[in-house]
């Protein structure tokens, strides 16, 4: 089977009800993304970011995955495929998508802000303070924010070096180390790109550009996919 990459963005949970993050001037459901998104953030007032976090995991708890998370599911018949989302949402697990890496961690987990990296999983529950770790510190959201390092990177990079192809959904491409993950994939092997209004990457390689919403784009690209790899599929 020849792999394939999704690398997805905020847009392939859009039209799940999610609000995507650079649609109104940085604001990120009324918040100035580095309030809520920053070590800084949470040191100036960690309740505010305990229940912004809160709200998020609600809303994504509610929303449900749509037909372009369930398109990159379907991709499995055909293709090794493996999903790297900068999304904390969990709509690509409950599409039924096997191999997942979240590079911006997870709004379901929880961990502390000492030492211990163990993660807590989070089913109904939220996060307050005096919430306590197993080393005794606060709990925080399992979330990268601006100016944190990005463990997942390493893994994520792995896979995209032994791609054949890397289809790309609804994300800015401005925010980095995620963004130059289109730069690891090895020269003539194509770059698909969903995306309403994109950021075309400058990239040296094939390029096929998908101007649509994810719903509508996914379906497209699944055929062009399929016709690139001379795959057919009855
Ligand atoms: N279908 C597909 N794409 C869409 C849709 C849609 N229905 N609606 C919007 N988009 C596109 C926009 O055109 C834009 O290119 O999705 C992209 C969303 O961009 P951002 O809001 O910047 O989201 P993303 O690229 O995922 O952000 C990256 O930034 O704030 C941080 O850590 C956060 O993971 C996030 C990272």
New binding site residues.
């Given amino acids: 089977m020849k792999k394939l990459v999704v690398f997805?963005?905020?847009?392939?949970s859009?039209?799940s009800g999610i609000a995507?993050?650079?649609?109104s001037d940085g604001l990120?459901e009324n918040h100035r993304?580095e309030d809520v998104?920053s070590p800084e953030g949470w040191a100036k007032d960690p309740s505010l970011v305990l229940d912004f976090y809160n709200m998020r995991r609600a809303q994504a708890r509610k929303a449900m995955p749509n037909l372009?998370h369930e398109t990159i599911c379907e991709l499995e018949q055909w293709f090794d495929v493996v999903v790297v989302t900068?999304?904390?949402d969990n709509l690509h697990e409950r599409a039924g998508s096997r191999r997942i890496i979240h590079?911006?961690g997870s709004i379901f987990h929880a961990r502390g802000t000492g030492k211990n990296e163990e993660l807590v999983e989070l089913h109904s529950e939220d996060i307050q303070i005096g919430d306590l770790a197993s080393d005794g510190s606060q709990l925080r959201p399992h979330?990268?924010w601006?100016g944190e390092s990005v463990p997942m990177m390493d893994f994520a990079i792995e896979e995209v070096l032994s791609a054949d192809a890397l289809l790309v959904?609804?994300?800015?491409?401005?925010?980095y180390p995620?963004?130059s993950l289109l730069t690891y994939l090895p020269s003539g092997k194509p770059i698909f790109l969903?995306?309403?209004?994109?950021?075309i990457p400058s990239v040296g390689k094939n390029l096929e550009v998908i101007r649509?919403?994810?719903?509508e784009?996914l379906p497209l690209v699944k055929d062009m996919l399929l016709r690139h790899f001379n795959i057919t599929t009855s």
């Fill in positions: 997805t963005g905020a847009g392939v859009a039209e995507t993050f650079r649609a990120w993304i998104a372009a900068q999304n904390i590079l911006h979330i990268v601006f959904v609804g994300t800015s491409l401005q925010v995620a963004a969903v995306d309403p209004s994109p950021s649509t919403k994810a719903v784009g």
